[in-house]
């Protein structure tokens, strides 16, 4: 394909922040249409795109190459699986589903089928995540034994919507949100996972789904993860703490990227992806320690693997099978949190 018409159903934090701007600084790829039945919205997309903004997901069919799923959690499936259906291949945003069981239908089905499927885990893509493997890989931090990773933040007032006061159906609550990154960053950097305790708790007036979570999970090779995710953080962690038999590395502060997208700055801009020098982590041990300097981040890799998958045919930058992977340890972390118990994964 010279060109790939890229249809975006949903129009909301995640498609106006995150997946529009990532699509149209894609070389190869064209924001055509977006399912949002806000006229305002609509006119948005129109003037700042060009793309056409229709209220019926029907209308993506004829005028997509590429569908992407940024609406709530809950159409994800039911969503993904139509442009399946339809021959069309599919980016879904995290998590690809509500259970690991709908997970790997969508997998079998996409297979079947023979289109690409895959998930929109950008925070792969983090400068911070990035460094921390590069230094894990290089060695630096020796073995590493304890993962400590936060996405706190301190929202003592709801914001209101489906996430927060949504039943279970929404598939809401911070255990399915922010927890799809900390789990998938756990998993990429130190592998599969054998036993998972949470403790998952509604702290807030009005509010219905889980805002204050933790996650404990043990690899396969030993070595433990420590996953928190809350909004009433009044002081918040660090972003991560890795403790490793020669080094630590302690970095505070979120990537950069998110802030950047949302004042709306773009994503191929000089410079987008790079953290200023004063949030830098630090590496060493209690006696010696230097600052290192963060790794560029770059969510646009995403989308360009997408092009890339398509054009050449090759594997997409997400295998929907880790997606898979994740969900299966949300479930266990979800009735860990239930029933107050310790869960051994086959």
């Not at 950069?256 to 790079?274: N, S």
């Given at each position: 394909m010279s060109e790939i018409?890229?249809?975006l ?5 995640a498609g106006a ?8 600084a894609?070389?190869?790829l064209r924001l ?5 039945r ?6 948005e997309v129109a003037?700042?795109?060009g ?10 069919w004829?005028?997509?190459?590429l ?10 499936v ?5 442009a399946?259906?339809q021959g ?5 945003d995290?998590?690809?589903?509500g ?9 079998r089905?996409?297979k079947?089928r023979?289109?690409l499927l895959t998930?929109?885990?950008?925070r792969r ?6 460094t921390?493997?590069?230094?894990a890989?290089e ?14 933040r301190?929202?003592?007032v709801?914001k209101?919507?489906?996430r ?18 900390l789990?998938?960053q ?7 996972v054998?036993?998972v305790y949470c403790e998952s ?5 009005g509010v ?16 433990r993860?420590h996953?928190?995710?809350?909004s009433?953080a009044a002081?918040?962690?660090p972003?991560f703490?890795?403790?490793g038999?020669a080094a630590?590395?302690?970095k505070h502060g979120?990537d950069?990227?998110e802030e950047?997208l949302?004042a709306?700055?773009a994503p191929?801009?000089p ?17 010696e320690?230097r600052?290192v300097?963060?790794?560029?981040g770059?969510?646009l890799d995403f989308?360009?693997g997408v092009a890339?998958?398509?054009?050449d045919g090759g ?7 880790s997606?898979v992977d994740?969900?299966t ?13 310790l869960?051994?994964?086959p």
């Amino acid at each position: 394909m010279s060109e790939i018409r890229v249809g975006l159903v949903g129009y909301g934090v995640a498609g106006a922040f995150f997946h529009a701007p990532l699509i149209a600084a894609t070389p190869g790829l064209r924001l055509a249409t977006v399912i949002t039945r806000d006229p305002g919205r609509q006119s948005e997309v129109a003037g700042r795109y060009g793309a056409q903004g229709v209220a019926d997901v029907r209308e993506l069919w004829e005028r997509s190459d590429l569908v992407v799923v940024a609406s709530p959690n809950r159409t994800h499936v039911a969503t993904a699986a139509a442009a399946i259906e339809q021959g069309l291949p599919v980016v879904v945003d995290k998590p690809l589903a509500g259970t690991a069981e709908e997970g790997r239908e969508l997998v079998r089905l996409a297979k079947e089928r023979g289109v690409l499927l895959t998930v929109f885990q950008n925070r792969r893509w983090d400068g911070d995540f990035l460094t921390v493997r590069r230094l894990a890989e290089e060695g630096a931090l020796g073995e590493i034994r304890r993962f400590e990773s936060r996405f706190e933040r301190w929202r003592p007032v709801p914001k209101g919507g489906w996430r927060e006061s949504g039943g279970p159906e929404e598939i809401g609550g911070l255990l399915y949100d922010l927890g799809s990154h900390l789990v998938d960053q756990a998993i990429r950097l130190l592998g599969p996972v054998r036993e998972v305790y949470c403790e998952s708790d509604v702290r807030r007036q009005g509010v219905s789904a889980d805002d204050d979570t933790f996650v404990a999970l043990t690899h396969d090779g030993g070595a433990r993860s420590h996953l928190w995710a809350s909004s009433v953080a009044a002081r918040l962690g660090p972003r991560f703490r890795v403790l490793g038999s020669a080094a630590a590395y302690v970095k505070h502060g979120m990537d950069v990227q998110e802030e950047r997208l949302r004042a709306g700055i773009a994503p191929d801009a000089p410079g987008f992806g790079e953290d200023e020098e004063d949030r830098w982590g630090e590496l060493g041990t209690a006696e010696e320690h230097r600052r290192v300097r963060t790794e560029p981040g770059s969510y646009l890799d995403f989308y360009r693997g997408v092009a890339a998958a398509l054009r050449d045919g090759g594997p997409p930058p997400v295998d929907p099978e880790s997606a898979v992977d994740v969900l299966t340890v949300l479930e266990a972390a979800r009735l860990s949190a239930t029933q107050r118990i310790l869960v051994r994964l086959p």
